[in-house]
T-cell receptor, first 111, second 115 residues
Framework: DQQVKQNSPSLSVQEGRISILNCDYT??????FLWYKKYPAEGPTFLIS?????DKNEDGRFTVFLNKSAKHLSLHIVPSQPGDSAVYFC??????????FGPGTRLSVLP | DGGITQSPKYLFRKEGQNVTLSCEQN?????MYWYRQDPGQGLRLIYY???????QKGDIAEGYSVSREKKESFPLTVTSAQKNPTAFYLC??????????????FGNGTRLTVT
């Protein structure tokens, strides 16, 4: 039973445009949500997170939106750059317990 | 610089042999985790430890064992009982505790190949 879902395995975006990556979850006890970026043969790199008491968090080109009623979060990257091409994982946790990861979305930013 | 060190980067073993993957962190984090990634798949939790001398099984603990004798170290042993041990193994750590929102920090992984 997948508690964290990323329904788009891949996404292609033109350089300079907005990339929107989506994530859905089923466990209403999750209270902290994170996005990671991963290159092949490397560990994931933390990008941005959001607590369940907020609905938006912004850090430079990256913004995460949380819709608790829909159990949905999204990562917006504006503007997208070729260096953003990677696999993006959504993760969630409750009360600092184990972190559950989605299957990932491969983002390709085309020059 | 603080961080998580996994060694070695690449590891080759014959089927039937146990192998231990090293994970050391100098971030003074309480909790440590082991994940496994298979090609085209997400991260699956093997074991995690929130305090020294205590650890819990994750979703795919069968065929693996861990120890947490020191706060800084969380080695993972892949035993001969693990049916499909070839994978990319990731160690991570974080602060824990109520009221602390702290992300997982990952090492650079160990790719284990068993033939």
């Amino acid at each position: 039973d997948q508690q964290v879902k990323q329904n788009s395995p891949s996404l292609s975006v033109q350089e300079g445009r907005i990339s929107i990556l989506n994530c859905d979850y089923t466990n209403s006890m999750f209270d902290y949500f994170l996005w990671y970026k991963k290159y092949p043969a490397e560990g994931p790199t933390f990008l941005i997170s959001i607590s369940s008491i907020k609905d938006k968090n912004e850090d430079g080109r990256f913004t995460v939106f949380l819709n608790k009623s829909a159990k949905h979060l999204s990562l917006h990257i504006v503007p997208s750059q070729p260096g953003d091409s990677a696999v993006y994982f959504c993760a969630a946790t409750s009360y600092g317990q184990n972190f559950v990861f989605g299957p990932g979305t491969r983002l390709s930013v085309l020059p | 610089d603080g961080g998580i060190t996994q060694s070695p980067k690449y590891l080759f073993r014959k089927e039937g042999q146990n192998v231990t993957l090293s994970c050391e962190q100098n971030l003074n984090h309480d909790a440590m985790y082991w994940y496994r990634q298979d090609p085209g798949q997400g991260l699956r939790l093997i074991y995690y430890s929130q305090i020294v001398n205590d650890f819990q099984k994750g979703d795919i603990a069968e065929g693996y064992s861990v120890s947490r004798e020191k706060k800084e170290s969380f080695p993972l042993t892949v035993t001969s009982a693990q049916k499909n041990p070839t994978a990319f193994y990731l160690c991570a750590s974080t602060l824990r505790g109520q009221g602390i929102d702290s992300p997982l920090h990952f090492g650079n992984g160990t790719r284990l190949t068993v033939t």
